[in-house]
């Protein structure tokens, strides 16, 4: 695995954000999240068009040999903290890292095929992992798979699963018998049935997956498909994380611009004590949620094993927590422009409570870290 230095990870940032500023501003979030599915697929296509295309978005944590640039987590981490200070609205993290993950993991027959169509941004994918995209538990699988006349159907529910309305691929994981799967098939498969969710943040779309005898294809793993899906869960955290990390650093900075150029008794507000504890308290979080980011992914890159759960449970918990936090801060700094629709307060507030529950609670996350000895 090749490792991006310090000047590449710049060039990258700053080639992901360029992209996002020219084609995401706000308006272009708000158009895109809440302005009608009857214009986008429930993602920003133009912009995930250049991101792929231009950047190579979708290639970053793909082996060469697959026609990717052979990096890891932590330049992932780079992009979608970009992607998060821009509360960009596309499937990155469902498509590119969790989906394509777990494409990576097992053998694929059109591999080839599928993978180059996912990094040229042709075709995007989702993963149907458990009933309702909360903590991965084996015990959470929804789906049964069915052998019959030499072939497998799927039959279950999926809820909440992440960009499903859009994706032009699914990946399941289903029980077969007393083991669990993994399943490949084209979304529009007869026996499929998409119906997006009424969610809180619109640039995080989500559907409800219903599959009744769906035929599908199942892809063989040489290791446990449990391991491997935890795997590619653990690595959806972590970059998930980062853009957590993202979009508490924008939302520092839009507090502190307010509080520099908001006056009130004929002083900028942000020279009020109150105000300046709360500043201070976004940089605490977002330095505490910084660090835990990064040792999650540098786990993932060249970390031990037993290394990369904790970490990642971790950076789930202190990143979701810090960004709940920041988003609340600020929309107190704001007052009460803060509570308005017109104010882009709203808008993180949308994403911190989105992401929150996004693979599990925080509460949940510590839980785990406490049963495993990592905290007391």
């Avoid at 029980?175 to 619109?202: H, P």
């Avoid at 446990?224 to 508490?248: K, N, T």
């Avoid at 942000?270 to 300046?276: T, V």
């Avoid at 308005?340 to 785990?368: C, I, M, N, Q």
Wanted: charged share 25%; hydrophobic share 45%; glycine share 8%.
């Amino acid at each position: 695995m090749t490792s991006l230095s310090v000047d590449e990870r710049k060039q990258l940032a700053q080639s992901v954000r360029a992209a996002c500023e020219r084609l995401s501003p706000e308006d272009r979030v708000r158009a895109v999240a809440y302005g009608g599915r009857q214009k986008h697929r429930g993602f920003d296509a133009e912009l995930w068009k250049v991101l792929c295309g231009q950047v190579g978005v979708a290639a970053i944590g793909l082996p060469e040999q697959f026609g990717g640039a052979g990096y890891g987590a932590t330049a992932m981490g780079v992009v979608a903290h970009e992607l998060g200070r821009s509360l960009a609205s596309v499937p990155f993290l469902a498509s590119a890292v969790l989906a394509t993950s777990l494409l990576l993991a097992v053998d694929d027959p059109d591999a080839d095929e599928r993978l180059s169509a996912l990094i040229e941004g042709k075709r995007t994918a989702a993963a149907a992992l458990s009933r309702d995209c909360g903590l991965w538990q084996r015990g959470h699988v929804s789906v049964s798979a069915e052998y019959a006349t030499s072939s497998w159907t799927l039959n279950g529910v999926v809820h909440h699963v992440l960009h499903g309305g859009s994706a032009d691929d699914l990946i399941v994981v289903a029980r077969a018998g007393r083991e669990l799967a993994l399943f490949v098939l084209d979304a529009t498969t007869q026996g499929v049935v998409i119906a997006e969710e009424s969610v809180l943040d619109g640039t995080r779309q989500m559907a409800t997956i219903t599959f009744t005898s769906a035929p599908a294809t199942r892809l063989s793993s040489g290791t446990s498909v449990e391991d491997v899906v935890s795997r590619s869960v653990d690595l959806a955290m972590a970059v998930l994380s980062a853009e957590q990390v993202g979009a508490c650093e924008r939302l520092l900075e839009i507090a502190t611009d307010y509080a520099r150029t908001r006056e009130q008794f004929n002083r900028p507000i942000g020279s009020f004590q109150a105000i300046k504890h709360k500043c201070a308290d976004m940089l605490l979080d977002l330095e505490w949620a910084r660090s835990a980011s990064q040792g999650a992914l540098d786990a993932h890159d060249a970390g031990p094993a037993d290394e990369t759960a904790w970490r990642a449970s971790m950076a789930k918990a202190v990143c979701s927590e810090s960004l709940r936090n920041a988003a609340h801060a600020n929309v107190q700094i704001h007052g009460g422009i803060g509570f308005t629709w017109e104010d882009s307060a709203h808008l993180y507030v949308r994403r911190a409570r989105t992401d929150e529950v996004l693979f599990g609670k925080p509460a949940e996350h510590w839980e785990r870290l406490r049963a495993e000895a990592k905290i007391v």
